[in-house]
Structure formats: C-alpha cells, structure tokens
C-alpha cells in the first residue's frame, strides 16, 4: 500500500502538508509519516526527484 510520496519538481507531498509539522526537523514530513505507518520499502526515482514508501496489505 501506498503511505506517502514526494514529488520534488512540484514540491508536491501526500499526505498533503505533512511536511508543514516538520518545518524544523531533520527528517521531512512525508518521510516521518512513511516510517510511523510501517513503511518497508521505499522507491527512490532520480535521486529523490519522486520518493514512494509503501508498506505491505495486512491480510
């Protein structure tokens, strides 16, 4: 499943304004959304041009 994602050209993020928390963090909001919901992968296109964390379906 899908938990957040970044688009660094449009300096989109989902969830949207997750980042707007985390203005004075190390680590962006979308990152630290991905990590507390159990992300297990993350998929980095053009060294962070798009960034996916995804976590598996709980069945």
């Known amino acids: 499943m899908l938990l957040s994602w970044y688009d660094r050209d449009r300096d989109f993020e989902a969830p949207p304004h997750v980042s707007e928390c985390h203005a004075a963090r190390a680590v962006p909001g979308y990152v630290d959304?991905?990590?507390?919901?159990?992300?297990?992968?993350?998929?980095?296109?053009?060294?962070?041009?798009?960034?996916?964390?995804?976590?598996?379906?709980?069945?």
């Open 33 to 59: 959304y991905g990590i507390h919901y159990g992300v297990s992968l993350k998929v980095d296109v053009e060294d962070g041009g798009f960034v996916f964390f995804y976590r598996p379906v709980d069945i």
